[in-house]
């Protein structure tokens, strides 16, 4: 098995990692629905250039290899270094109303992925600074502004391999809808201050955020202009909570973050999740982990308005609080949705 192959010859390293990864909840099957398989003949070619993310590149002279796939069993064997993959897909536009997510399944090692031009997503690190990311299926959220529903897309694959086998190796690989939303209480998706950077003062009640930028989230913060910024970033809401929820306990959902998080209720941390250090095990496999934090009763300002802060670390690729649900949610409700498909 492929998995094995790589499992005999990576660094002990490496599978702690892979140890630390398969405590993090998994996504749930039930949860997602395949809308256009990707697997099959995609373009392959194996050198690097920025314009290969370019939709409106013409491909017609590259070879074609199946996805998934080692490259090594398309006729490149041991072929090590870049590479990209490139497909054409229409989105129906019955899709247009559904949270879409591309996946692509495990890729060796790195790499980064562009639909219709703009970065989605990526895993690892290219050189310099080499990171792998053998080991992590991938699944981006596909923002909505950068579908052509009934038109054609462009799905560009940039790939680096260290060594062995490479390419968009194994798993699922398609476009996924999301079909199974939780009922949120009340949602905290829009209007979002974000500014990269650091400082304590930014988690309390009284810092001045009005010169930040507003975002709507979940998004990659790539994708709200911070291309290929790794490090730490905040975000703040002020809120109120609904009359209609003065007497009950609630669970703040923030969906998925990338990498780590320090979440923050009125100047006081409620949860965390990932170390907030620059060490590789500190974060690894944080991402995949959904937050859902307490609100305690005592830090909630019921009548008043509220601060979420939220403290960032991206160690690498994409970075932010890039997947939901994000809102507040009865804890009772949430009891359920924790429990789903079980």
Same mark, same amino acid.
């Given at each position: 098995?492929?998995?094995?192959?790589?499992?005999?010859?990576?660094?002990?390293?490496?599978?702690?990692?892979?140890?630390?990864?398969?405590?993090?909840?998994?996504?749930?099957?039930?949860?997602?629905?395949?809308?256009?398989?990707?697997?099959?003949?995609?373009?392959?070619?194996?050198?690097?250039?920025?314009?290969?993310?370019?939709?409106?590149?013409?491909?017609?002279?590259?070879?074609?290899?199946?996805?998934?796939? &080692?490259?090594?069993?398309?006729? %490149?064997?041991?072929? !090590? #270094?870049? $590479?990209?993959?490139?497909? /054409? *897909?229409?989105?129906?536009?019955?899709?247009?109303?559904?949270?879409?997510?591309?996946?692509?399944?495990?890729?060796?090692?790195?790499?980064?992925?562009?639909?219709?031009?703009?970065?989605?997503?990526?895993?690892?690190?290219?050189?310099?600074?080499?990171?792998?990311?053998?080991?992590?299926?991938?699944?981006?959220?596909?923002?909505?502004?950068?579908?052509?529903?009934?038109?054609?897309?462009?799905?560009?694959?940039?790939?680096?391999?260290?060594?062995?086998?490479?390419?968009?190796?194994?798993?699922?690989?398609?476009?996924?809808?999301?079909?199974?939303?939780?009922?949120?209480?009340?949602? &905290?998706?829009?209007?979002?201050? %974000?500014?990269?950077? !650091? #400082?304590? $003062?930014?988690?309390?009640? /009284? *810092?001045?955020?009005?010169?930040?930028?507003?975002?709507?989230?979940?998004?990659?913060?790539?994708?709200?202009?911070?291309?290929?910024?790794?490090?730490?970033?905040?975000?703040?809401?002020?809120?109120?909570?609904?009359?209609?929820?003065?007497?009950?306990?609630?669970?703040?959902?923030?969906?998925?973050?990338?990498?780590?998080?320090?979440?923050?209720?009125?100047?006081?941390?409620?949860?965390?999740?990932?170390?907030?250090?620059?060490?590789?095990?500190?974060?690894?496999?944080?991402?995949?982990?959904?937050?859902?934090?307490?609100?305690?009763?005592?830090?909630?300002?019921?009548?008043?308005?509220?601060?979420?802060?939220?403290?960032?670390?991206?160690?690498?690729?994409?970075?932010?609080?890039?997947?939901?649900?994000?809102?507040?949610?009865?804890?009772?409700?949430?009891?359920?949705?924790?429990?789903?498909?079980?």
């Amino acid at each position: 098995m492929l998995f094995l192959r790589h499992l005999s010859s990576r660094s002990s390293a490496a599978l702690s990692a892979i140890l630390l990864l398969s405590i993090v909840p998994a996504l749930r099957g039930q949860d997602f629905r395949c809308e256009l398989d990707f697997s099959g003949p995609w373009k392959f070619e194996i050198r690097d250039d920025p314009r290969f993310a370019d939709p409106s590149y013409d491909d017609s002279g590259w070879e074609t290899v199946k996805v998934p796939d &080692l490259w090594e069993n398309n006729g %490149f064997p041991g072929y !090590d #270094g870049y $590479a990209w993959y490139r497909l /054409e *897909f229409e989105v129906p536009n019955s899709l247009k109303k559904r949270p879409l997510f591309i996946r692509l399944g495990a890729i060796d090692d790195i790499d980064r992925t562009y639909l219709n031009g703009v970065l989605i997503g990526g895993q690892g690190e290219f050189p310099p600074q080499v990171r792998t990311a053998w080991n992590v299926k991938r699944m981006y959220r596909v923002p909505p502004e950068c579908v052509r529903y009934g038109g054609r897309n462009v799905l560009a694959v940039r790939v680096y391999d260290l060594w062995m086998g490479g390419g968009i190796v194994e798993g699922e690989v398609g476009l996924f809808s999301k079909i199974k939303n939780p009922a949120l209480d009340h949602p &905290l998706g829009r209007g979002w201050k %974000f500014a990269t950077g !650091d #400082g304590p $003062a930014r988690a309390t009640v /009284e *810092f001045d955020d009005s010169k930040w930028e507003t975002v709507d989230l979940p998004a990659y913060w790539e994708s709200c202009g911070h291309a290929d910024y790794n490090g730490f970033a905040w975000y703040r809401k002020t809120f109120e909570i609904p009359a209609a929820l003065a007497a009950d306990k609630l669970i703040l959902l923030m969906g998925r973050i990338d990498d780590a998080d320090q979440t923050y209720l009125n100047g006081v941390m409620i949860g965390q999740t990932g170390r907030i250090r620059l060490e590789e095990e500190a974060w690894w496999g944080s991402y995949m982990a959904e937050r859902a934090y307490y609100l305690p009763d005592d830090l909630l300002r019921r009548g008043q308005p509220n601060v979420i802060a939220v403290r960032v670390l991206d160690t690498g690729a994409g970075g932010g609080i890039y997947q939901g649900p994000i809102g507040l949610m009865t804890r009772e409700k949430y009891l359920r949705y924790q429990n789903r498909g079980k």
